[in-house]
Each structure stands twice: as structure tokens, then as C-alpha cells.
């Protein structure tokens, strides 16, 4: 069982940047997928980035691939997205979310959620 708790947000300009940090506590952080969801009021959750459990594969939605990146430090049981070239678009609630077992980068597929860090990109 783990618990994640996401910070970083922030109101920002087009065209900066904002790191997004998610702590986890609880046991076996390191043995979890992790991924970076987003969702505004009225549309679905959506996937955002995705890192295996030792960092060697990542994902990204085609809509953030080339300005976001994501890592995680498992000695510090913490997963990163750092966000460059931030667009309107991109504003919304992100969530970080683990799973045990890979299946698919969808939100069903995951097993732990995180309560969620407001980022909001002014034109």
C-alpha cells in the first residue's frame, strides 16, 4: 500500500516552467510504474507520462512529448515532472498515480492516487 501526495503547482505564464514533485510513503515504492494524469471540470482524466519501476522506460502523451519530462528517485520514494514550454492547454489538476502491475497507461490501470496539484498556464 502506498500514498501519494503531489506539489509543486502553480500559476504560470506560456512559455515557463514548473517542476511537479510526488512524495509516497508506505512500503515498496520502488517496485511501482508511476504516472502523471491531468483533468480539467467536464473532461476525462487523462495520461500525461508514465516511468517504470527502475526508470529505464517512459511514456508520454503526444501532447506534452518534447517539453515534459519525468523521473523518479526511488532512494527519496519521489517521482518528478518537469514541465518546460507550458502552453494553456496544459492547465488542469495532475495527479500522480502508481501501479503494481503494467497493463496499460489508462487510469483504470492504476492503483494508487494521489489528491491532486493545480497547475494553471495564463496566455
Known amino acids: 500500500q502506498v500514498q501519494l501526495a503531489e506539489s509543486g503547482g502553480g500559476l504560470v505564464q506560456a512559455g515557463d516552467s514548473l517542476k511537479l514533485s510526488c512524495a509516497a510513503s508506505g512500503r515498496a515504492f520502488s517496485s511501482y510504474g508511476m504516472g502523471w494524469f491531468r483533468q480539467t471540470p467536464g473532461k476525462e482524466r487523462a495520461f500525461v507520462a508514465a516511468?517504470?519501476?527502475?526508470?529505464?522506460?517512459?511514456n508520454y502523451a503526444p501532447s506534452v512529448k518534447g517539453r515534459f519530462t519525468i523521473s523518479r528517485d526511488n532512494a527519496k520514494n519521489t517521482v518528478y515532472l518537469q514541465m518546460n514550454s507550458l502552453k494553456p492547454e496544459d492547465t488542469g489538476v495532475y495527479y500522480c498515480?502508481?501501479?503494481?502491475?503494467?497493463?496499460?497507461?489508462?487510469?483504470?490501470?492504476?492503483?494508487?492516487w494521489g489528491q491532486g496539484t493545480q497547475v494553471t498556464v495564463s496566455s
Open positions: 516511468i517504470s519501476w527502475s526508470g529505464s522506460n517512459t
Open positions: 498515480a502508481g501501479q503494481l502491475t503494467y497493463t496499460d497507461y489508462v487510469p483504470d490501470e492504476f492503483d494508487y
